[in-house]
């Protein structure tokens, strides 16, 4: 079964240095997304991206915050100088289509980023 | 402010009763409904999707749905202790930006032997 894949698994990083975390989406999808969860919170819409541009954006999707697709198959996401309040399990998501009923959005298994 | 509203749990049932979890929705034009369950420090995984008023069953499954009411459910059959997860209720409201789906904080599951 095809499947979102993301590395790393778990990043640590220190205050202040910049973080790309990997995703690739599933092959035909043509949807891409970031979320993430706070440990022990909800999980929160960061980003939607499609035609190599972004779709839609949250507030937390600040001027820190960064997505590229830089060869056709990986999706990434770049936090430029992390702070503390970044750590957290971040879920890229593609989907086949964007508004039909039935279109079901595929998670991959998350990186957990702890910043220190 | 659009928000999903679970209760959170521990929502304890026995193996083999029913589990009934409940969410809430604010946002009156969230079109598309889905219950995720997700496993400590896993990733969400798409249980059930519901679209229009009423029922829709798949094996142990339900999913209820209410638009009126603004309310949706899911119902376990025959609980097992593989359920044990927190139950994400997820709502779509079609935007231009694709499926940007707003979740509930979850409610934890515990499926006793």
């Known amino acids: 079964e095809p499947e979102v894949t993301q590395t790393p698994s778990h990043q640590v990083t220190q205050m202040g240095q910049e973080v790309i975390l990997r995703c690739v989406p599933i092959s035909n999808h043509l949807y891409f997304y970031w979320y993430r969860q706070i440990l022990g919170q909800k999980v929160e819409f960061l980003v939607s991206f499609y035609n190599n541009e972004i779709s839609e954006k949250s507030e937390i999707f600040d001027d820190q915050f960064s997505v590229e697709r830089p060869d056709g198959s990986n999706f990434t996401l770049k936090i430029r100088s992390t702070k503390l309040e970044d750590s957290a399990m971040y879920f890229c998501a593609s989907s086949e289509q964007q508004g039909a009923n039935g279109n079901t959005i595929y998670f991959g298994e998350g990186s957990w980023l702890t910043v220190v | 402010q659009k928000e999903v509203e679970q209760n959170s749990g521990p929502l304890s049932v026995p193996e083999g009763a029913i589990a009934s979890l409940n969410c809430t929705y604010s946002d009156r034009v969230s079109q598309s409904f889905f219950w995720y369950r997700q496993y400590s420090g896993k990733s969400p995984e798409l249980i059930m999707s519901?679209?229009?008023?009423g029922d829709k069953e798949d094996g142990r499954f339900t999913a209820q749905l209410n638009k009126a009411s603004q309310y949706v459910s899911l119902l376990i059959r025959d609980s097992q202790p593989s359920d044990s997860a927190t139950y994400l209720c997820?709502?779509?409201?079609?935007?231009?930006?694709?499926?940007?789906?707003?979740f509930g904080t979850g409610t934890q599951l515990k499926v006793e032997l």
């Open positions: 519901i679209y229009s008023n």
């Open positions: 997820a709502v779509k409201v079609l935007t231009g930006g694709g499926n940007k789906l707003t």
